[in-house]
């Protein structure tokens, strides 16, 4: 048995999943992977919901680990910053859903239908996009990722495959660029 630790068990769960699919990785599988049984896992989560959670919210800050916190010392523009910051979400998100489907498929079981953790996952990209762009009104953040969500919520993932997705951001961006004030 090798030594547990919350990180190794989800190492060990990520790679189950990817491999497998979410449906059919349990605790017991998780936990015989690692040479262990289902209950040592216990010591480290409450069940499997508090692991696919911490699962799915931890590979979501490393797929959007450039947002967290975002570079704008490159910008000399408001409009740039919350431009490419949405891009960065979209085009992150994207590539998330094609690279690990599996993966993608937990994150909007575990976070985008949990009420919740879906709220503070919307509070930390809020928190991020008031860092990168200096605007403080927490309603028209939440207003431009709103606008965006088409381009970032699981919801609408299996739609991004059959349309330009960049040219169909920047129609989108052209229509509330004008909400950026710089």
């Known amino acids: ?3 547990l630790s919350r990180e190794l068990i989800m190492e060990t769960a990520h790679r189950m999943v990817i491999e497998q ?16 049984t289902h209950a040592a896992i216990y010591k480290y989560f409450s069940g499997k919901e508090e692991l696919w959670t911490e699962l799915a919210l931890s590979w979501l800050d490393h797929e959007l680990a450039g947002l967290f916190p975002f570079n704008t010392e490159k910008y000399s523009s408001k409009k740039d910053i919350v431009h490419d910051w949405l891009w960065v979400l ?20 575990y976070i985008d239908r949990n009420p919740a953790v879906l709220v503070r996952h919307i509070g930390d990209l809020i928190g991020s996009l008031k860092a990168a762009s200096g605007i403080e009104d927490d309603g028209r953040l939440y207003a431009f990722l709103m606008a965006f969500s088409y381009f970032s919520a699981p919801a609408y993932a299996d739609n991004w495959l059959r349309m330009d997705f960049k040219a169909e951001f920047e129609s989108v961006w052209k229509l509330i660029e004008a909400g950026v004030e710089d």
């Open 1 to 3: 048995m090798k030594n």
């Open 21 to 36: 699919g979410m449906e059919k990785v349990n605790l017991s599988k998780v936990g015989s992977e690692l040479g262990t």
């Open 90 to 109: 979209s085009q992150s998100k994207y590539e998330a859903y094609v690279r690990e489907p599996e993966m993608f498929k937990l994150y909007t079981a």
